[in-house]
């Protein structure tokens, strides 16, 4: 998989994705991700590639051209046009179930936007959706791109060591959120490990493990409980 990622400040990302899990599978070619400097496309004197907005906006806006030619610059680096992606705080909030659906695609393009945001002629020239993190207005769509790239890869074959290690976790299992987790030593500070995961049961482990997931779920983000794939036991629970 082929993700490539269209912004203004290119260094930060290198630097999130060179680190960790998602670093050494880019190192050992598990993944492929690139990323772009739009400036780089800039069809002014200086690489300028913002101006005043229309209208008496507050702020400067990213011009519709860069964009443009970076989109359709990084198609032919990657031999077709990838499943272009604005992040922006206006779009649909990214769930585990849409970074599923983004894992099949061969190639991503993830444009961050600066300042007031991309002119919207451009975007909607070239973009086929919009993702947001969340409810919330960031300085720039670079985290955000860099969450749905992590999210993403890191469900891609090689990434993790084993498939497991994503399919058992909170949003993955049933729509529920995780059960707690515990390791060594089995009494710290007075707080000891729950005696059922201790006992080498692994049915009893496994339904503790779906009861506080349940719990958890209903206490942290009840309203998850309305599309979990629930059990007749859930419900009895």
Known sequence: MRIDILTLFPGMCETVLNESIIGRARQAGKIELNCHHIRDYSVR???????TIFGHGKGMLIQAEPVFRAVAAISAMAGSKPRVIHMSPKGKVLTQRKV??????????????H?????????????????????????????????????????????LS???????ESHAEGGLLEAPHYT????????????????????????????????VTLKNRPELLEKADLRPRDRLF
């Open 115 to 159: 300042y007031e945001g991309i002119d919207q002629r451009a975007l909607d020239e070239v973009a086929d959706e919009e993702i947001s993190a969340g409810d919330y207005v960031l300085t720039g769509g670079e985290l955000p791109a860099l969450m749905l790239a992590d999210a993403v890869a890191r469900l891609k074959e090689g990434v």
């Open 100 to 113: 599923e659906e983004l894992a099949k695609e061969d190639r991503l393009l993830l444009i961050c936007g």
């Open 184 to 215: 060594k030593p089995s009494e710290w500070r007075g707080k000891k490990v729950p005696e059922v995961l201790l006992g080498g049961d692994h049915e009893a482990i496994e339904r503790w493990r779906r009861e506080q997931a349940l719990l």
């Open 162 to 168: 084993d498939p497991s290690c994503w399919q058992e």
């Open 45 to 51: 004197k200086g690489g300028y590639i913002d101006d």
